[in-house]
């Protein structure tokens, strides 16, 4: 976490789509936990999306200032709501016509966190499933959440109090990346009030297919590593109680099985081993793709 306050806070990419109305929930009550200000932006392109590419008519584009307007309001309300009593939390909204990856790529070097919904409408339709989130989740500055379509009402409880006890999920490899997730996980659970998972998959491979494995010995190294790179953050968050599993599974296939009992998910945004290619590949793929939880790929800045 970085030691100054970006001023942007969390950034929302926000359409009105339900996906998106989900991620403004859940960013404005982790703003509230982090105590940041809250940053929502709506994207809209000045080319109607067509070969070749033609600029707007006056009343197109007057529509979609105003289409994007009520986009902008809604979100607010939302926001206001996840917040509650919560007010002291700046919002700001803010209507941008440009490209969204882009856009959100230099929002994303003086945000904390940048937050979009699993798919939706207009700029930033397909957002993750597609080629702008993917985008995305390579260029960003700063960490970026994905959140899946829900009940906003229901997505994030209402006041820190009332936060769910299912733990924090992180995913540890070893690698640098895999370790810049690893504060990102320590603080959210301790702020959430809840445990953290962390989950080593050992190797992609089953064990029937490693002849003369003595998963005993392997399991119990595997461990201590595990226990060593997470010591430092145990003793900067002493409140926060770490349960280390070491498996020899596929690591999607785990991770997936744990988010679904997590509150949240915290990942690198590639690494080593058995969590190779986390977010640019089969794991982050599928990660992504099948959980309803909210997952955070932590991004170097």
Not at 5 to 17: C, E, T
Not at 40 to 59: G, K, R
Not at 104 to 121: C, D, H, I, M, P
Not at 175 to 192: H, K, N, Q
Request: overall charge negative; glycine content about 6%.
């Amino acid at each position: 976490m970085s030691a100054t306050m970006k001023r942007l806070g969390i950034v929302v990419g926000v359409d009105g789509s339900a996906a998106s109305n989900a991620a403004v929930a859940w960013a404005a009550q982790d703003a509230t936990l982090r105590h940041l200000p809250l940053t929502l932006v709506h994207m809209v392109n000045a080319a109607v999306p067509m070969w070749p590419e033609m600029p707007m008519s006056m009343s197109m584009a007057a529509w979609q200032e105003e289409d994007g307007r009520q986009v902008l309001e809604q979100a607010v309300k939302i926001a206001e709501q996840a917040m509650q009593a919560h007010r002291e939390i700046t919002i700001h909204s803010e209507l941008r016509w440009s490209p969204p990856v882009p856009t959100l790529v230099e929002l994303s070097a003086e945000a904390e966190l940048v937050v979009l919904g699993s798919y939706g409408r207009g700029a930033v339709a397909r957002a993750v499933l597609g080629s702008v989130g993917s985008a995305l989740l390579r260029r960003a500055k700063c960490p970026v959440a994905v959140v899946r379509d829900q009940d906003p009402a229901s997505a994030v409880p209402a006041h820190p109090a009332q936060l769910q006890q299912a733990p924090v999920v992180v995913g540890i490899d070893g690698s640098p990346v895999s370790e810049l997730a690893t504060p990102i996980a320590f603080d959210e659970a301790s702020r959430r009030g809840v445990e953290l998972k962390a989950v080593h998959a050992w190797s992609d491979l089953e064990v029937v297919d490693l002849p003369g494995l003595d998963w005993s010995t392997v399991k119990a190294e595997a461990e201590q590593t595990v226990a060593e790179r997470l010591a430092g953050w145990q003793e900067r968050y002493p409140d926060v109680t770490v349960h280390r599993l070491v498996v020899c599974d596929r690591p999607a296939r785990e991770l997936i099985g744990q988010a679904q009992t997590a509150q949240l998910v915290v990942l690198g945004s590639h690494g080593r081993g058995g969590f190779t290619g986390m977010l640019l590949g089969s794991v982050s793929n599928a990660v992504v793709h099948s959980v309803r939880t909210p997952v955070i790929v932590a991004r170097p800045s």
